[in-house]
């Protein structure tokens, strides 16, 4: 009896508690009340907030906003109506007109969906005096983005109308609503948007609108979207433009001190504004469709290319970290490196030096004996190459390469940084040695990477093994950047190794006898590596990596132009006028500038192309 009584009384409880908590929700706490969009007595129509403006790191205006007007339509509440003259109107045709009408019936009856984007002020002026003859359908105001400066589309991103797989996801969008779909405008989305306003509107029983619902009460207005500050110099990004016309590839500049992006250059590139109104969809189109030149791929963040001579750098310091060489170790070149069995493999040196070579050297004369000598040995200290290769693999890792960087922009490539797990796969039943992969010590072999992998690399060695992660955004209107910006992240080598390297990057401009002795400028102490990457399908890629001053720098760079022969030739004298400009603010080798400025490799890619269509 006790057990049944204790059951009852259970039962009791459970039932007060829950008619109790609904009676607090339906009477008492009337934020349930709201009226669902499907609510046939109540019209629910949103009013769109302005979207966040973004600047330039000082202060120049990059995106704007210029007003908008959209047709909506509610399909329930059309009328009959002489759709020939409604679609003269808005300059569409009746397939279209019902193309559009039905995808609104697919997505509700009810809530209203977008009818036809982005009128023009003059169809707005002339449609908004006819619209009362046409039931279901009114005109929504909404803004557009506008770029007053023809750059950046690469880094600024666009906006574009949501698809129902979107609004699935985040039903805070409704169909033909707009949303960040690349760039800054994707990755910020939520901080540039904003919240939309909503009004509710009391309909009675003959569907004629009788007033604000509940007074209002539910209606909220709409809160601006938050402007943006960018990490990025635009007068040093547009001169990174023109440096790279007629030429394909990347250019990515960092402040080492910071992880600050000052440049985000890819080419070729196209103007953003065409991205904006009507005609965005067919932009696309064209770009997209464009196979050859791929103005839409931004090749500073997803174009993978082995790193080639920079990564010697990598090199020098895994062998002075792990210890199988120092300052004054020597290693003979003898126009090359021999190896394999039989000594029958043969890894060609170009740096000219026969006899003795020491670290210094070996980095200011790109010398392909001296590393492959030092990956080797840093292979072979371990008992297995297993082993050997994955803690120089943990050691390149440190640098940021071979990984996503974890940063605020909206796309990018991993790289590839091999380990020992990949090279057992690759030669499952043989006994492989360091030599199988002797190509990696030279920045060739399995080792692909990003410009800017390769620019945060620099700028890691700039800082004398530290790093911060690069990113677009400075400032956030009323908010902050993510802390992990702000926080350095180290690498495996110590401190003291990275001095005497730095030293060998300073003599590649100022010995004689310096890959880049030729590119130095006056007055600025710059340090880089010149590089070509060998290219299967053409001529080879040059590339070169750098940062100034050597002490306190405030920027590094690296420069990808594609098939463009070897490092000093294109790379090299880009990454010194990029250098130049920001630091001095314009150059003193007018005559370089102008040879880069109206250089051309086009004829290179057409080449190339009609050799790829045989």
Request: net charge positive; charged share 25%.
């Amino acid at each position: 009896m006790k057990r049944a009584a204790l059951i009852y009384l259970l039962v009791i409880v459970v039932g007060i508690t829950f008619i109790s908590r609904l009676f607090y929700l339906q009477i008492l706490d009337n934020k349930y009340n709201i009226p669902t969009l499907n609510n046939s007595a109540v019209k629910v129509t949103y009013e769109y907030p302005e979207r966040g403006y973004i600047y330039d790191r000082n202060g120049v205006l990059l995106v704007a906003n210029q007003l908008s007007y959209d047709i909506m339509v509610i399909p329930q509440e059309v009328k009959a109506l002489d759709t020939t003259e409604f679609c003269t109107l808005i300059k569409i045709t009746k397939n279209d007109f019902i193309k559009r009408l039905n995808r609104a019936k697919r997505y509700s009856l009810r809530i209203p969906s977008t009818f036809l984007t982005q009128l023009s002020k003059e169809d707005y002026a002339y449609l908004q005096e006819k619209m009362y003859k046409y039931k279901g359908f009114y005109i929504q105001k909404r803004s557009l983005r506008e770029y007053p400066i023809n750059s950046s589309p690469n880094i600024l991103g666009y906006i574009s109308e949501v698809n129902e797989s979107m609004i699935k996801k985040n039903p805070y969008y409704q169909l033909g609503e707009l949303i960040g779909t690349a760039g800054v405008e994707k990755t910020y989305e939520e901080v540039l948007r904003g919240r939309k306003g909503v009004k509710y509107t009391h309909r009675n029983r003959f569907n004629k609108e009788i007033g604000p619902y509940k007074n209002g009460k539910y209606d909220t207005l709409p809160i601006p979207g938050s402007d943006l500050k960018l990490t990025i110099d635009i007068e040093l990004q547009q001169y990174g433009e023109a440096l790279m016309k007629n030429k394909r590839g990347g250019i990515v500049a960092i402040e080492p001190a910071t992880g600050e992006i000052l440049a985000l250059v890819s080419s070729p590139t196209y103007n953003p504004n065409l991205m904006v109104g009507r005609k965005r969809s067919k932009n696309f189109t064209k770009l997209y469709l464009d196979y050859d030149s791929k103005p839409l791929l931004d090749r500073g963040l997803q174009a993978q290319y082995p790193p080639g001579s920079p990564f010697k750098i990598i090199s020098a310091l895994i062998g002075l970290q792990e210890g199988v060489i120092n300052t004054h170790t020597s290693i003979k070149c003898l126009g090359g490196y021999r190896y394999g069995k039989n000594k029958d493999a043969f890894m060609k040196c170009h740096c000219d030096t026969y006899g003795y070579v020491q670290l210094n050297k070996a980095i200011y004369r790109s010398c392909n004996s001296y590393f492959a000598n030092a990956y080797r040995k840093v292979i072979e200290k371990y008992p297995t190459p297993a082993e050997g290769m994955n803690v120089w693999s943990k050691h390149v890792k440190s640098f940021g390469l071979g990984d996503y960087l974890d940063n605020d922009l909206s796309v990018g490539k991993k790289g590839l940084i091999p380990d020992g797990d990949f090279y057992n796969k690759w030669y499952p039943n043989t006994n492989w040695k360091a030599t199988y992969s002797i190509s990696n010590a030279i920045g060739q072999g399995e080792v692909l990477t990003t410009p800017i992998q390769l620019a945060n690399m620099t700028a890691a060695v700039a800082n004398r093994g530290f790093y911060f992660t690069p990113h677009i955004v400075k400032s956030i209107e009323g908010g902050k950047i993510n802390p992990k910006f702000t926080t350095p992240k180290y690498t495996t080598i110590d401190k003291k190794y990275f001095e005497p390297v730095v030293e060998g990057l300073f003599n590649v401009f100022e010995h004689p006898r310096g890959t880049a002795s030729w590119s130095k400028v006056k007055g600025i102490e710059i340090c880089g590596k010149t590089g070509t990457s060998e290219n299967p399908h053409g001529q080879d890629h040059s590339i070169f990596i750098a940062f100034a001053p050597k002490d306190n720098p405030k920027i590094a760079i690296a420069v990808f132009v594609e098939n463009g022969y070897w490092g000093s030739r294109w790379a090299g004298p880009i990454a010194s006028l990029m250098i130049e400009k920001y630091i001095n603010g314009g150059t003193s080798r007018p005559w370089e500038e102008k040879r880069i400025l109206n250089g051309s490799l086009q004829e290179e890619y057409d080449k190339q192309l009609k050799e790829q269509k045989h």
